[in-house]
């Protein structure tokens, strides 16, 4: 059993969700009482699963830059726009959880994107401002889970961390499943740091003289 706090349902309600290319659907979004880290995360319940399948879950951290602003320096925004569409074809859910910055928060993300236009990765940025590489922890998505009566799941991401502290928290994740790949000039470093730093399964093709990279 979960060694954590059971959290509730708060409220739910029809929301139509429309994107900037046009595609459309209508999502429930939930909130929670008693999540342990006190944040307003939000669970967006797409479509339902097919009889005898396992639902399909995301866990998305918010990216006010990419999510909003269409930022090209992360894969956040096309991550988010992709996520939504399949997991609405499949039927589960994607957990929106307020850890701007892998948790470091908006200004310090930015302050890092300073260093980062100095040279160092997005590791490095982190580590020379004094702060976590990657500060997330996901014990209130597998609260968020829990209460949407979720303990068996695929999981939507190309990062382990994320599958390795379900599993902690007693989540079955039966699979994990990659997302796309969404490179441009301005993210290549971003996504090459994540494999080779954090082990993101990300199949880098050659852009700006990098090559393939792939981490199972």
Do not use: W
Request: hydrophobic fraction near 40%; aromatic fraction near 6%.
């Amino acid at each position: 059993m979960p060694d954590f706090p059971a959290a509730t349902q708060r409220s739910r309600v029809r929301v139509p969700l429309r994107f900037h290319d046009g595609y459309s659907v209508d999502t429930e979004l939930v909130t929670f009482h008693g999540l342990a880290d006190g944040l307003e995360h939000v669970a967006m319940v797409l479509g339902e699963p097919a009889p005898g399948t396992t639902p399909l879950v995301r866990l998305h951290s918010e990216c006010l830059t990419g999510d909003v602003f269409g930022s090209a320096r992360c894969d956040c925004g096309p991550q988010l726009r992709e996520a939504v569409e399949r997991i609405a074809e499949h039927g589960g859910v994607l957990l929106y959880l307020r850890q701007e910055g892998r948790g470091i928060g908006l200004y310090n993300k930015l302050d890092a994107y300073a260093l980062q236009d100095e040279g160092l990765d997005t590791y490095a940025a982190n580590a020379a401002l004094g702060l976590p590489e990657d500060a997330r922890d996901y014990t209130a998505a597998a609260q968020m889970l829990q209460a949407l009566d979720i303990t068996s799941l695929d999981l939507l991401s190309n990062n382990p961390d994320k599958a390795n502290q379900l599993r902690t928290l007693g989540m079955d994740v039966q699979d994990r499943v990659p997302t796309g790949v969404f490179t441009t000039p301005a993210n290549v470093r971003y996504l090459r740091a994540k494999v080779l730093q954090t082990q993101h399964t990300l199949p880098l093709g050659e852009l700006g003289g990098i090559a393939e990279l792939s981490v199972g």
